[in-house]
């Protein structure tokens, strides 16, 4: 995924590397079963859905090596960079149409390494600090975040992909509360929800795993 994967605005990692610690607690602790599963973060901040695809077989194949697509999870979220506008509040890059192609054809890809494929929403922003970023001539707004939340998860519910929202989710003190202080990504607190929402469906797909 994008940059919320790669934990932007967690002091203490983002919620794709605190599923990895709570994993690893069990893995190598004492009484653990060691090496049974490997977890890997790949999120690359300000990439479209496009772009992950686009490096997504050079990043899978030296890690997954012979597995089979049964023992394989894939848990993806990217998007928001594909909703934002850029010069103006109304020159969007993308359409909530474009953007349920590309994750249809990031699922049909994703489907020729693993057999439990998860998507992830998008986390809400603070506006007054996003509509445009400081400095920047480049827009996030909420409403158009969940456009493409809601696009995704159409998307997956057809192609029989399990989803996880997250802006259609959020708490409603979300900007106060759970926000970095750049107003867009999630702050520990945010990413730390996120995880705890991730974590159930994760641990469900785990326990299906032979």
Not at 34 to 49: P, R, V
Not at 63 to 88: L, M, T, W, Y
Not at 110 to 122: E, F, N, P, Q, W
């Amino acid at each position: 995924g994008a940059s919320s994967v790669h934990g932007v605005g967690g002091e203490k990692g983002g919620w794709a590397d605190k599923l990895k610690v709570r994993l690893h607690a069990e893995l190598y602790s004492s009484a653990g079963p060691g090496e049974k599963a490997e977890i890997y973060e790949l999120g690359i901040a300000g990439e479209s859905l496009q772009e992950v695809q686009g490096r997504f077989d050079a990043e899978l194949q030296p890690r997954i090596r012979d597995a089979k697509p049964e023992d394989v999870i894939i848990i993806f979220s990217a998007g928001g960079n594909d909703s934002r506008a850029d010069g103006q509040p109304e020159k969007y890059v993308s359409t909530p149409d474009d953007y349920a192609a590309a994750v249809h054809a990031f699922i049909h890809l994703a489907k020729d390494y693993s057999a439990h494929i998860v998507g992830v929403g998008l986390s809400p922003v603070d506006e007054s600090k996003t509509a445009p970023l400081p400095g920047e001539s480049i827009y996030f707004f909420n409403e158009r975040l969940k456009l493409f939340e809601d696009a995704c998860h159409r998307t997956c519910d057809a192609e029989e992909v399990h989803f996880v929202p997250v802006i259609g989710d959020a708490p409603s003190d979300w900007q106060q509360n759970y926000v970095f202080n750049d107003g867009l990504h999630p702050n520990d607190a945010g990413h730390e929800w996120i995880c705890n929402r991730v974590e159930p469906k994760l641990r469900e797909l785990l326990g299906s795993l032979s």
